[in-house]
């Protein structure tokens, strides 16, 4: 996915837009290993996006940047989390 807004066309992706057309938040919530799992992404200040992880209503882990790259990054948790993995497994942290 290229950016937020075309998360909308996937199962499972809620992206909210404003009537101009603009996103405003995008999530996935996810049920794994008896956990709900919920990646969430939002506009911030100037061109940065903010992406989040909570695990049960905690905030795991929270990053700002360029928005395609958070698009890759959030596919990324959302894999690794439904395979089982850790959901940093592959990334320079995990």
């Known amino acids: 996915m290229a950016l937020v807004r075309d998360f909308a066309t996937l199962p499972g992706w809620s992206v909210t837009m404003t009537s101009k ?16 799992w919920v990646v969430g992404l939002t506009p911030t200040t100037g061109d940065a ?3 989040m992880l909570w695990a049960d209503e905690i905030l795991v ?6 928005e395609r790259a958070l698009c890759r990054t959030a596919c990324q948790w959302v894999g690794n989390l439904l395979a089982g993995r850790a959901w940093d497994a592959g990334t320079a942290d995990g």
């Open 21 to 36: 057309g603009q996103w405003t938040t995008a999530e996935r919530v996810l049920k794994v290993g008896g956990r709900q």
């Open 49 to 51: 996006t903010a992406l």
């Open 61 to 66: 882990t929270r990053v700002r940047g360029d």
